[in-house]
């Protein structure tokens, strides 16, 4: 049933309460667990599953966007949706959407999946669930939800057409999933973000806990495959928590992860230490920094703003370190492509443009010229398609010499990193 495009945002949570309403209140089933913010929110709900799955609980998982199915968005037992029961649960809605959509304007294709994931896990049912919201925070609809622990990840610049022109004012959009009495885990942000996530709170009367001040990263250092981390809680200090994902950003999102499952555990004992390191050594984030071939190494990233680029740049040069450096990029073209491409400018030797499959991808050739500026026109190659695009980033870092070590870089978006995982027959994200 044709639902429109997921992109198409519109400030209001009239229709899917009124779903839910008629659903039952699905979500109001279980404790969740809501993750706000600009970058990180996925791999952060990653992590949190994985330490409550490690305490034996059942867990539903909500993440968007997908990279290759959307079953991926609803996940159970850390496991998308079989493709029988993805089509039942919303066979179950149907009637009921067809009820809301009668009262006038139609639900929207990302408050559907949205009731449908809080009905499967009502259906499951599960102990609680992990919601990341999809764009904002306040008329995200996810937030018919009342979460128990309320996490906001690091906010930049990023959909400023809909949430804002700065980073003030998308805090105050993603701090609407702060809800009365919450527990409201902070990840270190600019100080005008900050400041209303906490003026927010404090209307709310919720208990706050600030990454830098009530817990944080003590210590992280490079391991084969990964980082170990020294992390302190909200409850205890954690030693030696290997975690097989690159970069700062991805230790500060395990160490919120690891404040917001302190924050659902009733009690002040800390969590079981070895509990948690068995958590995060089975904490997988596809297409987030992701190895997907040797010889050359072939990274796929989803970072697709100038804040996700930025960590991604930053954790390739610490981890990864390669004398040589080709990038494919695809981007959406209402992104900020030009600071994009500065940024990587410095760091990358090739560059290759081409499209990835929303019709939302910058035209290669626009993307091209603009590539041009800024890297000349000896650096930038045009690809059409992201299968020739690839094909040519490989053949430019094997060019580069087989001692040489170079890198392939893919990034830009969610989808662009979704189809290199489909073409470079990655394995299936769960």
Partial sequence: MERGVEWNFEPTLDRIAALMDVLGSPQRSYPVVHVAGTNGKSSTTRMIEAILRERNLRVGRFTSPHLVSMRERICVDGVPLSEERFAEVYEDIEPYLAMVDAQGRRL?????????????FADAPVDVAVVETGMGGSFDATNVADGVVAVITPISLDHVDYLGPDVATIAGEKAGIIK???????????LPAAEVLIRRAAEMDALVAREGLEFGVLGRELAVGGQLLHLKGLKGTYEEILLPLYGAHQAGNAVCALAAAEALTAGDDPLDSDLVRQAFLQVRSPGRLEVVR????VLVD???NPGGIQATLEAVHESFDFPT?????AVFEDKDVRTILDLMEPMTDQLVVTRNSSPRSMEPGELAALAEEIFGPDRVHLADRLDEAIDLGI???????EFDGAGLLITGSVVTAGDARLLLKAEEAP
């Avoid at 294709?109 to 994931?117: Q, R």
């Avoid at 450096?325 to 990029?329: C, G």
């Fill in 108 to 120: 929207s294709f990302f408050e559907t999946l949205t009731a449908m994931a809080f009905s499967a």
């Fill in 180 to 190: 009365p009495g919450a527990t409201a885990v902070l990840a270190q942000q600019e």
């Fill in 294 to 297: 040797r010889g050359p190494t």
């Fill in 302 to 304: 989803a970072a697709h």
């Fill in 325 to 329: 450096l080709i990038a494919v990029v």
């Fill in 395 to 401: 053949g430019l870092a094997d060019a580069a010499g």
